[in-house]
């Protein structure tokens, strides 16, 4: 049972370049989500999906994008990358069924040089 | 806005009792969760309130009272396997994204 996967583990990018953060469940969860966590701080939401074709802003949204085509997936595509971004990402999801509790991914770090 | 305030850090030793708590400030409530994170892996979900009271898990419990828009995190028996980080977040309702704290960082010695 792998729970929530994310590719890449690391990844260094340039200023003003694009990627695209992978995410997938298989626990057939309905509910997922994007959070950045910078050093020493708690987690802020980026994106929400209750859903497939149903996505919706968080907290901190400027710079990223999602989409949401099947229930497994979920990627964060970040476009013009900025030094502002460099942080670990993680991408989550939950259900009723398992009491709201989320199962995280093992995240992405990023460093935008 | 949006707030949940949380120590810091927490020290104490092995064998020991510790409580973290959580105070909350946020347009709506549907309940109260903690998780776990060691230094550079992912949180993990520890426990959830969404009544007043205490909730028991093995060697953690967690309390939640909705009136104070307070909460906190016992932990027992402290062991070295416990430091780590500790983070309350509140869903404004079922199935939003949950609001986190900072987060509570935990230290235990010998």
């Known amino acids: 049972n792998a729970g929530v996967t994310q590719t890449p583990k690391f990844r260094i990018l340039k200023i003003g370049q694009s990627m695209t953060l992978q995410c997938t469940q298989d626990m057939n969860h309905n509910y997922m989500y994007w959070y950045r966590q910078d050093p020493g701080m708690g987690l802020k939401l980026i994106y929400y999906s209750v859903g497939a074709g149903i996505t919706d802003k968080g907290e901190v949204p400027n710079g990223y994008n999602v989409s949401r085509s099947t229930t497994e997936d979920f990627p964060l595509r970040l476009e013009l990358a900025a030094p502002s971004q460099t942080s670990v990402y993680f991408c989550?999801?939950?259900?009723?069924?398992?009491?709201?509790?989320?199962?995280f991914g093992s995240g992405t770090r990023l460093t935008v040089v | 806005g949006q707030s949940l305030e949380q120590p810091s850090e927490v020290t104490a030793v092995e064998g020991a009792i510790v409580q973290i708590n959580c105070t909350y400030q946020?347009?709506?409530?549907?309940?109260l969760s903690w998780y776990q994170q060691h230094d550079g892996g992912a949180p993990t979900f520890l426990s959830y309130n969404g009544l007043d009271g205490l909730e028991e898990t093995g060697r953690f419990s967690s309390f939640l009272s909705r009136s104070d828009s307070y909460g906190y995190l016992l932990l027992q028996e402290l062991q070295m396997k416990d430091s780590a980080s500790y983070f309350c977040a509140v869903s404004l309702q079922a199935g939003t994204a949950l609001i986190f704290g900072k987060g509570t960082t935990l230290s235990v010695s010998s």
């Open positions: 989550a999801s939950s259900d009723a069924g398992t009491g709201w509790g989320y199962t």
């Open positions: 946020t347009s709506g409530f549907y309940g």
